[in-house]
Structures are given as structure tokens and as C-alpha cells.
């Protein structure tokens, strides 16, 4: 064996490629996964009640918390004074979001205090008791809103431009303009955000919080507390759902609870309730997104200029890079000719946005499907038709190169839609469709096939680096560590086959344990679709440093050579002889070979200019297209999913059946944003829909009734990353816009298809009813 080529995509027998069951699936369906608010809880323990703004954007006149303090129960009130060191929870180091407001509030929900107390009830109920005056200021809670008032970017815009859109889209056969709105979106995870502080003797603290990123809650609390990273060591086994929820947002929590675990040298936790962990914490940016295009008689685009304009709250958080991803997937699965994107990251008088599953692609690339189906409506043929026409081509075409000047070299989004669209019968069903619609006074029908081309990796370089840390023990038995945190999606049980696959062991040998900045130190969040790829490949590494040390003790031991050392199903094969893999490591270990090692990954290839729009930020990109059949009630605005086909490209899949369920979830998941989930603020900037009562997520009863989802069997990622498998986490969640395209066909139907409805998102049912009338009035 070659110890310094071992290639992970070699790895053809084993756990790794196989369907096996997720590590705490049983653990999941029996109440048994421990998550943090399940663990016994220290002595002593003390419980946080965050006292939140009642005002979209005032001055703070005065603050009088005498009668919080005066509670029974209440330990102490915690106030900006109270915070050791810096006042700041932005983690892109802007110093634009207090932990706790001093003098303005700028979003109603904002902390102003937190309240400690013996119990959780009592320090809610005194939250309540506080006496706040403020002085109103003026406020903008919407897009159109900040554009009225004039509203400053919390960050830099970003423009991506390519040809000569400014004077090609004059030259164009024909041309239209147009506005499309899509909302945002609550992640709705299960778990609320949660932290749990215990002190430690001098300046150390240790933290079990639920978050996507425990490297950053170490920093944030390092900034806030004023000590250094070493000093604090954040634990995450699992979480309760995140999807990109808690990439940032539990940072306040960890501080509160920290701050105050520090000062009365007690344990505490913050938990705050579902009304209160929606009013608080971000969510999916929506986008008004204005467009101006410019086509032939057939439908294949010439220009394209467009400016995202997306709500972002108070402050920058995430919304520089979503509103750039959103940029980066406005071409969806075309080449554009002549582009020029702009975006627009509009400060509001809400809270500050953040992270959601997909980080911006959906928006921008929703928005690359609806001029694909203004241009189909406007030259009267099937918008499957103008989407083929304007696929990205392959390379050699000349219709290869993205707005943001990457060549898009892996394309096989024409092969996936064509399977597609022969196994679903589409070209037959939608004949069917339009014929249905012909005699149906009531009831109307719409059929969608739509592509998904998702890019794959942090736009921020730094970000693509990963660690892991293997021990083998000298019972045989391995104990596995990386950066990645589990939510749900199974990372764990992923990366756990790939150390068992690497070792040729059962994976019942390899133990995951908690993510915890004290053994694989800076890590980066577990988003932007990379916890596999980075982790599992850091993880690979670590094995391959063992297994090297390995084979030259084997090689040295027996008197063979490398070569003659193999590593077979829980054995090693060494020349003619094969030794289990116990006696082997037995062996190792009292020769005093080294048994453990710190794998490292980094992400090659890449590199971003923003301020110049160019470069290759993503290694590559993951493929996928689904169909959606629906039926619509033309008199109430109602509609069912009634099928949904999808064939994703997940290269050579690690775990079958866990991708196959991230895919159902993720569809689901992002059909909800487009049809039922609408976040509503009122005149005050108060937002409403802040529960399950008055926020609607998809209910298992609005799943399409007939559900087929393949997998691609036949890709391979062309890049060699762990296995060729690609990401699975974020590009399988557009293909929701399916639904949201066949709800549009079906709505057209009601003008015989002449007139594009350009319905906004997400379509409810009243504006689903509201599109119908309109075209009717036509």
C-alpha cells in the first residue's frame, strides 16, 4: 500500500457508500437524544429571562427595573453596564449589534436587560414587571419602506457584471421589465435556541449551547467577557434542527448566560419560549428583486440586469454574504450573455436576518426561474422549453461562464432534466392538463419541471477548513472527533463511516462523540452544504496518517514489504497472512507507535474577488430537478401538491438513505417557504406571526400525495472530494419551486396561458385567489 496517495473515492467496499441507519435515529423516535435541556441540571443552577424592546425604534429615556429586582426569586437584573468587556455580539466584527441596547432600540424585540432568577417562570414573569420610557423615532419595517426612507446598506452592495448588458439589452428582439417579490422565512427548528453556563475556577467557563458554529460562540464570548479563547471550551452533541438559525443567533444566549454565570459563579441557562425565540432571533432575508430582460422570438436571452433589494434587519450579521449567494444563483441553470446583478442589503427596523437553508441561493435563483417564465408566457410556449434553450452549456460552447466569471465545467443539468422528463411522462401529462383545464369551471391544474445548480462552498475562503481528531485505542476501538455539529442531518454518522470505511472495520467500533472547541479548535460553522465534504475529508486525513504509521510498523514487524500490507473487513492482510485488526493494534501499541492523529482538510481551488465581481468561489456545483403537479380552487385560492418527482445529483452518495431523506426534507421544507410560511409585521414593526398559532409551516397532510425522489446513481463528483460524493444539505431545498411554478401554470389558466401571473411568494392561498380574480378581470 502507497501511504501517501490513500484516495478516499477508492473506497469501494465498507460502511461508506452503504444505507446505514443514523446514528441517533432510534434515539430521535424514543425520546432518548439527550439535548441540552435534558441534561441534569448542576446545582445551584439559575435560569435567564431575556426583557425585550416593545418599540421598532426609540430612545431609551429611562429604564427603571426596581420592581424586576424586587421579585421573590430574582438573583440580579443584567444590564449593558453588566458586560465585562465589549458590548457587541456581530459576528462579522462590525460592532453594530449590542448584546443588550443602552440607549436606542432599533427592532421590536430587541434585549434591553436579562433577568436571573431561581426558576425560568419567575424570571419571565418579572421580564414583564420593568418600567421602560422611551421616545419614538421614525421607522421602516418592509423593503419598499427603506426605499422610501432613503435607507443606508448595512453592508457594502455587491454588482457581478459580464459583457455589455448596458448596451446589448437595446439590441435585444424583445424586451420586458418586471418586479417579483419572494419572502422570508422562520427556520422553525424544533429545539429553541438554548445555553447553558458553568463557571469554572479563574477566568474558565464551559458552555453547552445549541449552535451551528461552536468556534464563534467561543469568540463572542471571549470578545464580550474580555478573556481569551483558551479560557472557553462550547460543547454541542446535538441540536433540535438549525438550518442556519444557529449559525449566529445563539451567540446572545451563550453571552447572557456566561456574563452571568461569571458574576455570581453559579450555573445558569437561558431557554428562552417559541414567542420569544421567533421575535428575537433572524430569519430568511426576503428580496424585492426589479429586472429587465432582454430576449429573442424563440426565448433565448440576450440581457439581463437586476437589483436585489433584501430586508436585513438592524444590522449586518450574515446579510453580506446572502445577499452575494443570492447574486451568485440569480443565472440558476442559464448563461446569460450579457448580466449585470446589484444587490441592495437595506437596513430595517426589524430584527437583523440571518442564515436560512440555501444562504441567499433560493432568492436569487427563484428569481432566475421567474424570468425564465415571463420570457415563456411572453413568446407563448412551455417555460420547460425556454429553460432548455437557455441551459449552460458545455465546455467548448461558449455558454459556459457564470455572471460572476467561473466556468461552470461540470455540467450536467441538461441530462438530469431529460431523465426527468421521460420518467415522469411530462410532455403527456401536461397535454392532459390543458385539457382538463379546458372543461374544469372550478377546478384548475398546473404541471412544473424545474432544475436546480447550486454551488458548493463558503464564499469566504477562510471558511473552507476543517479538523478532526482520531484515537484508535488498544482495544481496537475508535473514538472520533471533528469540527461539524450534528442537527439532524447526519454529519456524525457520515463522517463516522468514512473513519470505519477508511479502517475497513464495522462502524459499530467508532465512537462519535460531542463537538467541543477543547479537541478540534477552530472550526468553521456547519453550513453553506461543506460538513461532509470538509469534516469527512479532515476525519479521512487522520485516518491516513494512522494507518501510514500502520503499515510501516506491519511492514517492519513481519518483514514484508508495504505493498504486501492490506487492510481487509476488520483484519490486515500481511503477505500471505491475515491478522485480526485487534491483535494488530495491540501489537502497535506496545511497539509504542502512535495511535492517534489530528486530520486537517482545506478546500483547493477557490478564490473571490468581491469588490471586482470575479473569481471561483464554489469547488463545485451539486444538480437536481423535480416535477410538481398541483390542483388549485379558482373560487377560494386553495390547492393540494398532487405529485412530485425529483432526481438529485448527490455524486456517489456516502449514505443513500440519509441523503434521500434530506432531500424529502429539504423539498418540503422549501415548498413551505413559497406557498404557506408568511412572515407579517404590523404598523409598529411588530411582528405577528411569532408562533405555530399565526405561522404556518407544511403539515405532513400537505406533502405531495404522491411522492417519488431518485437519486442521480450514475454521477460522480468530478472533484475529488470524500468518496466523489457532493453536498446534500442546502440545493435539494429549491426544488420546491416546482410547486410554486405548476401553481403559476395553474393560475394562467384561467387567462388560456397568455398572460404570466407573476405571482409573488410565498402564494398563499389569497394570493393565489387574488392572481386568479386579477386575471379574470383581464
Not at 421598532?56 to 443584567?78: F, K, M, N, W
Not at 430569519?283 to 430582460?293: A, G, I, Q
Not at 469588490?611 to 463545485?620: E, S
Request: charged share 25%; net charge negative; with cysteine.
Amino acid at each position: 500500500m502507497d501511504k501517501t496517495t490513500f484516495s478516499p473515492a477508492a473506497t469501494i467496499k465498507g460502511p461508506m457508500h452503504s444505507s446505514l441507519r443514523h446514528d441517533s435515529a432510534h434515539k430521535h423516535v424514543t425520546g432518548a437524544a439527550e439535548y441540552i435541556d435534558d441534561i441534569p441540571e448542576p446545582a445551584g443552577l439559575l435560569h435567564g429571562a431575556l426583557g425585550l424592546s416593545d418599540r421598532a425604534h426609540a430612545e431609551l429615556i429611562s429604564v427603571d427595573l426596581s420592581e424586576v429586582a424586587a421579585q421573590p426569586g430574582v438573583i440580579c437584573v443584567l444590564t449593558a453596564k453588566d458586560v465585562p468587556s465589549v458590548n457587541d455580539i456581530s459576528s462579522g466584527g462590525w460592532h453594530d449589534e449590542p448584546l443588550m441596547a443602552e440607549t436606542k432600540v432599533e427592532f421590536h424585540g430587541q434585549v434591553i436587560f436579562a433577568v436571573i432568577a431561581e426558576t425560568r417562570d419567575i424570571a419571565r414573569r418579572a421580564a414583564r414587571k420593568a418600567k421602560i420610557e422611551y421616545r419614538d423615532l421614525p421607522h421602516w419595517s418592509d423593503i419598499d419602506g427603506a426605499l422610501a426612507a432613503n435607507a443606508p446598506c448595512v453592508i457594502e452592495p455587491m454588482v457581478l457584471h459580464r459583457g455589455a448588458p448596458e448596451t446589448e439589452m437595446d439590441k435585444a428582439p424583445r424586451r420586458l421589465q418586471g418586479t417579483f417579490r419572494v419572502g422570508g422565512q422562520e427556520h422553525f427548528y424544533l429545539e429553541s435556541h438554548i445555553a447553558l453556563a458553568i463557571p469554572g475556577e479563574d477566568d474558565e467557563v464551559s458552555i453547552w449551547c445549541s449552535t451551528q458554529h461552536p468556534s464563534e460562540v467561543q469568540h463572542i464570548v471571549g470578545h464580550v467577557m474580555g478573556i481569551p479563547s483558551n479560557a472557553i471550551t462550547v460543547n454541542v452533541r446535538r441540536m433540535g434542527g438549525g438550518f442556519g438559525g444557529k449559525e449566529t443567533q445563539g451567540n446572545q444566549f451563550a453571552a447572557l448566560a456566561t456574563i452571568a454565570a461569571k458574576k455570581l459563579n453559579r450555573a445558569v441557562k437561558f431557554r428562552p419560549d417559541r414567542d420569544e425565540d421567533m421575535t428575537a432571533t433572524g430569519k430568511r432575508h426576503d428580496f424585492r428583486v426589479d429586472y429587465d430582460l432582454g430576449f429573442d422570438d424563440e426565448g433565448r436571452i440576450h440581457a439581463v440586469e437586476a437589483t436585489f433589494a433584501a430586508r436585513c434587519g438592524f444590522s449586518a450579521d450574515l446579510s453580506g454574504p446572502v445577499t452575494d449567494r443570492a447574486l451568485f444563483h440569480a443565472d440558476s441553470s442559464y448563461f446569460y450573455p450579457h448580466v449585470r446583478f446589484a444587490s441592495k442589503p437595506l437596513k430595517t427596523h426589524t430584527v437583523s436576518n440571518t442564515a436560512f437553508r440555501g444562504f441567499g441561493g433560493p432568492q436569487g435563483l427563484i428569481a432566475g426561474e421567474r424570468f425564465i417564465e415571463d420570457i415563456a408566457y411572453a413568446v407563448g410556449k412551455d417555460p420547460l422549453e425556454i429553460r432548455k434553450l437557455n441551459f449552460y452549456g458545455q465546455p467548448g460552447s461558449g455558454r459556459t461562464l457564470t455572471p460572476y466569471h467561473q466556468e461552470v465545467a461540470d455540467n450536467i443539468i441538461a441530462r438530469v432534466v431529460a431523465e426527468l422528463e421521460e420518467s415522469t411522462d411530462y410532455q403527456a401529462r401536461r397535454k392532459a392538463i390543458i385539457a382538463y383545464n379546458k372543461t374544469s369551471p372550478v377546478l384548475r391544474k398546473g404541471i412544473a419541471l424545474t432544475p436546480v445548480k447550486f454551488g458548493i462552498s463558503f464564499t469566504m475562503t477562510a471558511f473552507n477548513q476543517a479538523g478532526a481528531l482520531v484515537h484508535v485505542y488498544n482495544d481496537g476501538s475508535i473514538h472520533l472527533n471533528h469540527g461539524g455539529t450534528e442537527m439532524g442531518q447526519g454529519l456524525y454518522t457520515k463522517v463516522a463511516q468514512v473513519v470505519a470505511d477508511a479502517f475497513k472495520v464495522d462502524i459499530d467500533r467508532v465512537k462519535i462523540t460531542a463537538t467541543t472547541t477543547g479537541k478540534v479548535p477552530n472550526t468553521s460553522a456547519t453550513a453553506a452544504s461543506s460538513g461532509t465534504d470538509l469534516n469527512g475529508m479532515a476525519a479521512w486525513d487522520a485516518c491516513r496518517q494512522i494507518k501510514a504509521r500502520l503499515v510501516t510498523f506491519v511492514a517492519e514487524t513481519w518483514k514484508v514489504a508495504e505493498t504486501e500490507v492490506e487492510f481487509l473487513p476488520n483484519r490486515i492482510r500481511i503477505g500471505a497472512e491475515e491478522v485480526p485488526f485487534n491483535e494488530v493494534i495491540r501489537k502497535a501499541y506496545f511497539a509504542r507507535i502512535q495511535l492517534s492523529a489530528a486530520g486537517f482538510y482545506k478546500t483547493p481551488k477557490i478564490h473571490w474577488d468581491r469588490k471586482a465581481g470575479r473569481g471561483h468561489p464554489f469547488y463545485y456545483f451539486a444538480y437536481g430537478a423535480s416535477c410538481s403537479e398541483v390542483t388549485i380552487d379558482t373560487l377560494t385560492g386553495e390547492y393540494l401538491v398532487d405529485r412530485t418527482d425529483i432526481l438529485h445529483d448527490v455524486g456517489r452518495s456516502l449514505n443513500p438513505d440519509i441523503d434521500k431523506g434530506q432531500i424529502e426534507g429539504a423539498f418540503v421544507q422549501g415548498m413551505g417557504w413559497l406557498t404557506t410560511e408568511e412572515l407579517w409585521w404590523d404598523g409598529k414593526g411588530r411582528l405577528r406571526t411569532h408562533a405555530p398559532s399565526t405561522y404556518k409551516i407544511p403539515l405532513a397532510s400537505d406533502r405531495p400525495k404522491v411522492f417519488n425522489v431518485r437519486l442521480a446513481e450514475w454521477s460522480e463528483n468530478a472533484e475529488p472530494t470524500i468518496g466523489r460524493s457532493k453536498a446534500v444539505g442546502e440545493p435539494p431545498f429549491m426544488l420546491g419551486i416546482s410547486v410554486f411554478e405548476a401553481l403559476s401554470m395553474a393560475v394562467a389558466s384561467v387567462a388560456d396561458y397568455r398572460i404570466c401571473p407573476r405571482l409573488d411568494a410565498p402564494a398563499t392561498p389569497e394570493r393565489v385567489l387574488m392572481a386568479v380574480e386579477r386575471l379574470k378581470a383581464l
